[in-house]
């Protein structure tokens, strides 16, 4: 018996100290996990429950790097970059030319509109930034539902007021 409770003991201390969980922020099934350095920016606490409504979530970080002057550029280049990556598991047209894989947005205009309305159907759940030690990189984790009217931005700038804007035009 007393062979079972110190083992017991050491199995509670061994898992009990490696909780890597402490760093993690649930939404549904899904675990966005943050390095220990990572500041949180903001955080849409307020839709938790609407991404709990709709089932199996896909996100999208977008991330973006920047010398630490500049966090609204930064924070519109992370937002693009999630948007791109929204684009590429919609369905994008990939060719292969003499052995190299080229994609294929179409044109620029095309993309921006194609873009606006990713981002125009996305909810912006976190902003962190991550120390790289002369840089720093900003984050943005983006839920695409497509039954959501309008971009819900946490972080306000005037990205997110122009795409609130067009949130009505599509």
């Known amino acids: ?34 390095q220990p350095n990572d500041e949180i920016i903001s955080i849409n606490t307020g ?4 991404l709990l409504k709709n089932g199996d979530l ?34 994008i047209d990939i060719k292969s030319e003499n052995g190299e894989i080229t994609l294929n947005y179409g044109d620029i205009k095309h993309l921006s509109y194609d873009l606006i309305y990713l981002l ?7 902003v962190f930034r991550r120390n790289r030690g002369n840089f720093y990189e900003i984050h943005t984790i983006l839920f695409f539902i497509p039954s959501l009217k309008r971009f819900v931005p ?17």
């Open 47 to 50: 839709y938790y429950n609407v």
């Open 1 to 34: 018996m007393k062979k079972v409770f110190i083992l017991f003991f050491l199995l509670l201390l061994f898992f009990g100290c490696n909780n890597t969980d402490e760093n993690c922020i649930l939404i549904g099934k899904n675990k966005i996990c943050l």
């Open 120 to 126: 125009n159907r996305s909810l912006e759940y976190i």
């Open 58 to 91: 896909l996100y999208f970080e977008g991330i973006s790097q920047t010398g630490g002057i500049d966090l609204e550029k930064a924070l519109i280049l992370a937002r693009i970059d999630a948007a791109l990556k929204m684009k590429d598991f919609l369905g």
């Open 154 to 170: 946490i972080y306000e700038d005037d990205f997110s007021r122009k795409i609130w804007k067009l949130s009505n035009h599509f």
